[in-house]
């Protein structure tokens, strides 16, 4: 069982920047799709990116493209969102999650998705 642990969530004026990190233990989640996802209060968790095992593949929320950038460090064990130009439409709470059973399927629901982290609120002033 992988263990994921987001950070870097805060509050940033609008038109900021913030760094999403998500570090997992447990075990290795190099082989796995990892991808995050947000939950705005009152609205359902959604899909926001997701990147293959190497990183060579990623998939993107159209509300973010082109603002929101996915990446991953499998050395480190790690994935990270940098989010620019955040808007008070992206105020949630977002989590990270992995994919054990895919290695190049970027599947945008939350059934696709195994392990889950706790969340870092992330909030933009407007």
């Known amino acids: 069982q992988v263990q994921l642990v987001e950070s870097g969530g805060g509050l940033v004026q609008s038109g900021g920047s913030l760094r999403l990190s998500c570090a997992a233990s447990g075990r290795m989640i190099s082989n796995n799709v990892m991808g995050w996802f947000r939950q705005a209060p009152g609205k359902e968790r959604e899909f926001v990116a997701g990147?293959?095992?190497?990183?060579?593949?990623?998939r993107y929320a159209d509300s973010v493209k082109g603002r929101f950038t996915i990446s991953r460090d499998n050395p480190k064990n790690k994935v990270y969102l940098q989010m620019h130009s955040l808007r008070h439409e992206d105020t949630a709470v977002y989590y990270c999650?992995?994919?054990?059973?895919?290695?190049?399927?970027?599947?945008?629901?939350?059934?696709?998705?195994?392990?889950w982290g706790q969340g870092t609120q992330v909030t933009v002033s407007s």
């Open positions: 990147l293959s095992w190497s990183g060579a593949i990623t």
């Open positions: 999650a992995a994919a054990v059973k895919s290695r190049n399927y970027v599947g945008s629901s939350q059934a696709e998705y195994d392990s």
